[in-house]
């Protein structure tokens, strides 16, 4: 009699043992934070001028769109933008956003990933038509605007990507101060503030910038008058709060994944 109370009494304590370690368990678990799920917030401005060569304008902007795939793990949200005109009072234009969730379909086979980013690359190339051949050149104002685009609470977090890649030839054309910083002796600017002449004014502090396409540059005679390329990087960084951010590269490269 005295061994079955025993022996009853040792299964009690190992039953409450085991449940106050499974019980503890269970709330390591549920107040452990769930690990950061990777995504991306991408944009591309296209600089809609004719003097940002128009004809490989399609062309590079697949090509950005493929490297932002390639490049992107988790999902993927891609907002394209084209340089304003007089007209739309230099205001950039918003031509979509198209989205891409990588490995969605890898348990179907890699046939099947590559085609849902085929699907994604051909609704990015359906924006290229609408953007229209420009006269005027408003880049400052259209990178200022798609910087602002990005979620700016996101973009600190771990995992999340943010980047603006500026598909332009640099030639600034309605910001005073850029304009100024390019040329100098043509276009004198003038302020009583000192602090706000050099001041940067494009809040980038989570968020890479990226110019590429600066050597295309579709000019005729008055090429040898333009600014140089090292001209054009030095009038746009300063106006950036995290200038180590911003890049400057001659042409738009394809992406090429590591093998």
Known sequence: MNTSRSRTRSEIIATLAVASVLGTAGLWVFARKAPPVPESYRAIVVDASLTSNPTSRCEDLGRLADEAAQQSVG????????????????????????????????LEGAAADEESRQAFLADVKKLCPQIPNRKESPIFRAVSAAVKTMPAELCQRDKITCEVVVRTDGIEEEDARVMSALRPAKRPHVTNDARAETEPRIANRNVTVRFCSLSARHIGRNAAKLPTLEVVESAFRREFTAPD????????VAYRAAK
């Open 75 to 106: 999902k993927l949200h891609l907002t394209v933008f084209a340089t304003g005109d007089r007209p739309s009072g230099f205001e950039p234009t918003r031509l979509g956003t198209v989205e891409y969730q990588s490995g969605t379909r890898i």
């Open 245 to 252: 951010r911003v890049r400057f590269e001659p042409a738009c």
